[in-house]
């Protein structure tokens, strides 16, 4: 490369560093608000969430437990990690959300209040599954055994009988006396205690229990252990349409024939069954967008067939006793937005926690877009307008006949020095070379006056 050449690219590569400097100051304060604005916003939308959610589940071994797993598990894949908090069951995970102590839980029908609970910021994500009412009881039974068939099919039959029906923060207890209610009995006509599931199921099949009162998913192993036990039976409620009439929160329910074990025909027959349905509860305060995972999450844990229900036909929001909230119905019953299925979750979060706020800047800033051209053009016109100051004090200075010329001219061929390294984009160069011509006549000017001659006085002096 030549050296003249070589200049030229180096005053293009000058030009453009210097073009895209101005460029940048002058949009400077156009994005200092907009960055300061969507500053304000992420802060005050605050949409990514939390790394860590906690969540009650039940006693260990439970389908609770093992469904807290499962959502474990689910969101550990968007890196949030879900602390299992162990409870005694529905009724202690509704206590620990309404003492904030859990962010979600399961939380089965009929253990909510829905005013108080709705007034306390407590929301549903949908409801994932039935949890039948198990009554087990020994067959071994004197009552069973003189009943048609050797089968018990009422509540009113376990009167005097040794029966026990769950913890008190399963909230069994309180479902079981409702149903007492119903058939006129009272607890003290039971022989009633409150055993862990599986301390009961070990009395049970030890005989020093007659009856448990169990309600848990089809999930749970101590319900599958128990409907394939030959000396265990599953009382049926044949009255199960009466039951779900006086207790709206109760579903009516069939376990099918040879659903447990085909090959051995378990159960043998058809069983009518009464069942809750349990829902996810949250509380308001949990972040939105982990309301939306627990919520997707429910979709892949509970969408499959089961033994009472069909495909899809969980998790709902028809069955749900508290409002919906609006990421849980979105789940359920609406459509993922596109950008979905293509972009890792935290980046779908934030787009669509802030769309609305970068739509709203952008529509303010195009107005206040306006002002930058006009910058623009100031900045690059004062590189070549400021250097008129100097030139009119050397003009100044001539007219007022003081300063001595050489040193007059020396500052005007510095100031056209100085011009000569000026670098302005092609559309700007006749502001530059307007400069320079009129550096050009000032030295014409100074040249000019400094070389007439001096005048002789009229009377001859010297």
Do not use: C
Not at 301 to 329: C, I, K, M, Q, Y
């Amino acid at each position: 490369m030549t050296p003249i050449h070589h200049w030229q690219a180096t005053r293009r590569l000058r030009l453009l560093l210097q073009t895209l400097r101005d460029l940048l100051v002058s949009l400077g304060p156009l994005l200092l608000l907009g960055g300061g604005l969507l500053v304000a916003a992420y802060w005050w939308l605050d949409p990514q969430p939390p790394r860590q959610v906690k969540l009650a589940t039940g006693p260990a071994g439970s389908a609770y437990a093992g469904f807290g797993e499962g959502y474990a598990k689910a969101l550990a894949r968007e890196h949030i990690q879900v602390d299992l908090i162990a409870s005694e069951g529905a009724q202690d995970d509704l206590a620990l959300l309404r003492a904030g102590t859990a962010d979600v839980g399961f939380v089965r029908g009929g253990m909510a209040d829905p005013v108080a609970d709705t007034e306390a910021g407590i929301v549903s994500l949908g409801s994932l599954f039935y949890e039948p009412i198990w009554i087990f009881y020994r067959r071994d039974l004197d009552i069973a055994r003189r009943q048609p068939g050797g089968e018990l099919q009422r509540l009113a039959q376990l009167r005097g009988l040794r029966v026990s029906v769950d913890q008190d923060g399963s909230g069994v207890p309180q479902i079981v006396e409702k149903l007492l209610a119903l058939n006129q009995l009272k607890p003290t006509d039971l022989r009633l205690s409150h055993l862990a599931p599986d301390a009961a199921g070990l009395a049970l099949r030890q005989g020093r229990l007659d009856a448990a009162v169990l309600i848990s998913a089809p999930q749970a192993g101590l319900i599958r252990a128990l409907l394939r036990d030959p000396a265990i039976a599953l009382m049926a409620f044949e009255q199960n349409e009466a039951y779900s009439r006086h207790l709206p929160f109760l579903s009516t329910v069939t376990l099918p024939r040879g659903v447990v074990d085909l090959g051995a025909d378990v159960p043998r027959h058809d069983v009518p069954l009464l069942a809750t349905t349990t829902a996810l509860l949250a509380r308001e305060q949990t972040h939105p967008a982990l309301r939306q995972l627990f919520a997707q999450a429910a979709l892949s844990l509970h969408s499959e067939a089961g033994w009472f229900n069909g495909t899809r036909d969980f998790p709902n929001t028809r069955t749900s006793e508290l409002p919906v909230s609006a990421e849980g119905d979105r789940a359920i019953n609406g459509t993922p937005p596109a950008w979905a299925r293509y972009l890792p979750f935290w980046a779908g979060n934030l787009l669509e926690r802030m769309w609305l706020v970068v739509g709203g800047l952008l529509v303010l800033m195009l107005p206040l877009s306006r002002v930058v051209p006009p910058l623009y053009t100031f900045r690059v016109r004062s590189r070549v307008f400021r250097w008129y100051a100097r030139l009119r004090e050397v003009e100044a200075k001539l007219e007022a006949g003081t300063g001595e010329r050489d040193a007059l001219l020396d500052e005007l061929d510095e100031l056209d020095r100085v011009t000569h390294r000026i670098a302005v984009p092609l559309s700007y160069a006749d502001e530059l070379y307007a400069l320079r011509n009129n550096i050009h006549a000032v030295r014409k000017r100074l040249l000019a006056q400094r070389s007439r001659p001096t005048e002789v006085p009229a009377d001859g002096s010297s």
